[in-house]
């Protein structure tokens, strides 16, 4: 009898201590991702330089969500919003060693993802929806809800015309509430030109949307 229960302890103490083993490696893969949350971008950056490629990881945590929101305002469409987001992160660590710190690892990267979906827009030329879906604002009256829901897809509509530069530039400073000086410094352009686009954008948009309305 008591080698009975001998045999059947040994499973149950192996198993115990596979548990044991696992639950080890979990907690310091949890300690280590809570060492990266602990450092800005830039000590980020430079630990991926030095041959670490799991505190990239941490930086796409951190920038994903607002890399996706850009494609798709430029795009507007969730599954080549997603494409180029993912694309962005996979150009910025190819090409991390490049990266001088000279501008914040944010506009680096938005950097990044503006000329993706430019340079994509330039080969596709998409011609669906421009917007599906849009938010009532809030409306209870169908009536208001609907001219709402209108309204928005001529603005995104008339948006998506815009010539890549304009369209970018507006995106940036009007829809992502950039500066002036944040947008120069993602698109690599002058102020002054910045501010000219900006202009023609609005100017654009309007004359579109009288001959609309």
Same mark, same amino acid.
Request: aromatic share 8%; with cysteine; net charge positive.
């Given at each position: 009898?008591?080698?009975?229960?001998?045999?059947?302890?040994?499973?149950?103490?192996?198993?115990?201590?596979?548990?044991?083993?696992?639950?080890?490696?979990?907690?310091?893969?949890?300690?280590?991702?809570?060492k990266?949350?602990?450092?800005d971008?830039?000590?980020?950056?430079?630990?991926?330089?030095?041959?670490?490629?799991?505190?990239?990881?941490?930086?796409?945590r951190?920038?994903?969500?607002k890399?996706?929101?850009?494609?798709?305002?430029? %795009? @507007?469409?969730?599954d $080549?919003? *997603?494409d180029?987001?993912?694309?962005?992160?996979?150009?910025?660590?190819?090409?991390?060693? +490049?990266?001088?710190?000279?501008?914040?690892?944010?506009?680096?990267?938005?950097?990044i993802?503006?000329?993706?979906?430019?340079?994509?827009?330039k080969?596709?030329?998409?011609?669906?929806?421009?917007y599906?879906?849009?938010?009532?604002?809030?409306?209870?009256?169908?009536?208001?809800?609907y001219?709402?829901?209108?309204?928005?897809?001529?603005?995104?509509?008339?948006?998506?015309k815009?010539?890549?530069?304009?369209?970018?530039?507006?995106? %940036? @400073?009007?829809?992502? $509430?950039? *500066?002036?000086?944040?947008?120069?410094?993602?698109?690599k352009?002058?102020?002054?030109?910045? +501010?000219?686009?900006h202009?023609?954008?609005?100017?654009?948009?309007?004359?579109?949307?009288?001959?609309?309305?």
């Amino acid at each position: 009898m008591a080698r009975t229960k001998t045999k059947r302890a040994q499973p149950a103490k192996k198993a115990a201590s596979q548990k044991k083993e696992r639950l080890k490696g979990v907690n310091s893969f949890a300690e280590e991702l809570s060492k990266y949350r602990k450092l800005d971008d830039s000590e980020l950056v430079q630990l991926v330089k030095s041959g670490e490629p799991e505190p990239f990881d941490e930086l796409v945590r951190r920038h994903s969500v607002k890399i996706h929101d850009l494609c798709y305002k430029i %795009l @507007r469409n969730y599954d $080549d919003a *997603s494409d180029m987001a993912q694309e962005t992160f996979i150009k910025a660590y190819r090409k991390i060693n +490049k990266f001088d710190g000279r501008s914040q690892f944010s506009t680096w990267l938005y950097r990044i993802a503006v000329n993706n979906c430019l340079n994509y827009i330039k080969k596709q030329r998409p011609t669906e929806e421009i917007y599906d879906e849009m938010m009532s604002g809030g409306k209870d009256d169908p009536v208001e809800r609907y001219r709402s829901k209108k309204l928005r897809e001529m603005i995104y509509e008339a948006v998506a015309k815009l010539p890549t530069v304009q369209r970018a530039v507006f995106t %940036l @400073r009007t829809l992502e $509430d950039m *500066s002036y000086q944040e947008v120069s410094d993602i698109l690599k352009k002058p102020i002054s030109t910045i +501010k000219v686009n900006h202009h023609l954008a609005v100017k654009n948009l309007r004359n579109y949307m009288k001959a609309k309305i």
